[in-house]
């Protein structure tokens, strides 16, 4: 049986009205998962950067319904306006899943959705939102049915939520460094079903910077679903997900030792790894644009002349994340600001670093 699957009727009910509001962020991975199988399950592990800044904040608004039919009741907003678009992907999220949330029999929702970054800046708010979706929907149930939950229960529950909803939203329930997917290392909580908070890491990586880099705002040609999807014929299937194992082995070895070049020179290969892999599927496909590669090789001189350990990493897109400890922000916000920013979309560089994980205000 399912253990995030709570059974209760109507007249549990404690709470008829309420409303409640989280704050969830996004977040960077740094050893890749590209590939997933069943429903939402990650073919390789992955370990991410929560972020700070860069975050979705969602109010949760519910009343009594009558009747008690098998319907999502939902109002979507998003930044003060309806959205039907989006409202229309989280009801068929809550339909497709809805065992999980028998109280929707119940209970109508209405949401209202806010990104601290521009929607069209470019960066994946999957993660934030989906994140934010699941914590919101976990804490209704918990207050309104009165089901006690502790908060490490409620996170396990919300991660495993988030995972359903956005693979990579399941990172971001948890703050600093966070794994997701099975892993034969100790220092790895986390399943293919849940993420999990990695503890050990030397303190340099705790309050690490993200500047990002937007080269284009624009929608990407190609979803990552479809993207996970090419691997299932992918040539390189299986050699990738063994790599990842041995890279995420690697990283968590460096990175509970401190050593900032080295992570460089993993975080990089990743990155480079995951754009190859798009370009080697068929069919194949290009995300990085003319600006990436300038921003790469800025970043590369900018080291290899500095001494100082500044690297990039790339999601499923033609962004740069600039990567970088506290004690060289300094130096790094100098180079950005003469260097960089000509590469970026109307010079929109976002400064975030790791965060201290989801909050919740009401």
Partial sequence: MNTYIKQYTKKELVEDTGRISWTSPSNIALIKYWGKHGKQLPCNPSVSFTLSESKTTMDFSWSIKDGGKDEIVLDFYFENKKNALFEEKIRKFLEDNFELFPFLKYLSLEIES????????GIASSASSMSALALGLCSIENQAFDLNLSDGELLEKATYVARLASGSAARSIFPGIVSWGKSDLEEIKSSDLIASKVEGIADIFKNYHDSIV??????KAVSSRAGHALMEDHPFREVRFQHANKQLENLITI???GDVDKFCEIVETEA??????MMNSTPSYTLMRPNT???IEKVRKFRSEK???LCFTLDAGPNVHLLYPDNISREVTEFINSEITEFAENGLVIHDRVGSGP???L
Avoid: C, Q, W
Wanted: proline share 3%; glycine share 10%.
């Fill in 114 to 121: 806010v990104n601290s970054f521009p929607h069209s800046a």
């Fill in 214 to 219: 937007i080269v284009d705002a624009g929608e």
């Fill in 255 to 257: 990175m509970k030792t």
């Fill in 272 to 277: 480079l790894e995951l754009h190859g892999l």
């Fill in 293 to 295: 590669l300038a921003v």
């Fill in 307 to 309: 001494g100082l350990a």
């Fill in 359 to 361: 909050e919740r205000f």
